[in-house]
T-cell receptor, first 115, second 116 residues
Framework: DQQVKQNSPSLSVQEGRISILNCDYTNSMFDYFLWYKKYPAEGPTFLIS?????DKNEDGRFTVFLNKSAKHLSLHIVPSQPGDSAVYFCAASARGGTSYGKLTFGQGTILTVHP | GAGVSQSPRYKVTKRGQDVALRCDPISGHVSLYWYRQALGQGPEFLTY????????KSGLPNDRFSAERPEGSISTLTIQRTEQRDSAMYRCASSLSQGAGSTEAFFGQGTRLTVV
């Protein structure tokens, strides 16, 4: 039962263009969403998050969009840079009750940005 | 150290042996999380602590898995009578605030466990 899904295993983008990574979820209790980036041989690092009370959050080149009715979120990177090449994980949390600290992750999308 | 430290980085063990994986969180971080990651998948939640209290252990696969954080700092994840299906990357993370599924969660480099 995959509650958070990233249906694209990989994405290839030209430097300077926009990268769009997608994520779908099924659990209506999720109310907080995060994106993590992971380089080889390192642990995931936090990138950006969004609460369910918002539909957009922007941080520099990174913007996350949330569509609650569609249970869909996306990460936009503009402009993409070769250093953005990494695995990107979508994660979700239901911040009520004892599950407050639990993150549910998607499978990840490998982003490659070509010079 | 500056980040979350996990040891050992790599562990190869024979089926049936017990293993203990250690996590040293960032100093002062209240919450500590354990995840397991199979190849090509995202991290899968195992358990988490606030201080020394285990808040949620719903992700532990069976009773061969246990975790402790007796003094609210270093944590140990123990797998008894290991099986080949336990082979995975085991990741620890810590955060300053309680729970939060949190923006402040910092991950360690992980322990790669291989059961042969």
């Amino acid at each position: 039962d995959q509650q958070v899904k990233q249906n694209s295993p990989s994405l290839s983008v030209q430097e300077g263009r926009i990268s769009i990574l997608n994520c779908d979820y099924t659990n209506s209790m999720f109310d907080y969403f995060l994106w993590y980036k992971k380089y080889p041989a390192e642990g995931p690092t936090f990138l950006i998050s969004i609460s369910s009370i918002k539909d957009k959050n922007e941080d520099g080149r990174f913007t996350v969009f949330l569509n609650k009715s569609a249970k869909h979120l996306s990460l936009h990177i503009v402009p993409s840079q070769p250093g953005d090449s990494a695995v990107y994980f979508c994660a979700a949390s239901a911040r009520g009750g004892t599950s407050y600290g639990k993150l549910t992750f998607g499978q990840g999308t490998i982003l490659t940005v070509h010079p | 150290g500056a980040g979350v430290s996990q040891s050992p980085r790599y562990k190869v063990t024979k089926r049936g042996q017990d293993v203990a994986l250690r996590c040293d969180p960032i100093s002062g971080h209240v919450s500590l999380y354990w995840y397991r990651q199979a190849l090509g998948q995202g991290p899968e939640f195992l358990t988490y602590f606030n201080y020394e209290a285990q808040q949620d252990k719903s992700g532990l696969p069976n009773d061969r898995f246990s975790a402790e954080r007796p003094e609210g700092s270093i944590s140990t994840l123990t797998i008894q009578r290991t099986e080949q299906r336990d082979s995975a990357m085991y990741r620890c993370a810590s955060s300053l605030s309680q729970g939060a599924g949190s923006t402040e969660a910092f991950f360690g480099q992980g322990t790669r466990l291989t059961v042969v």
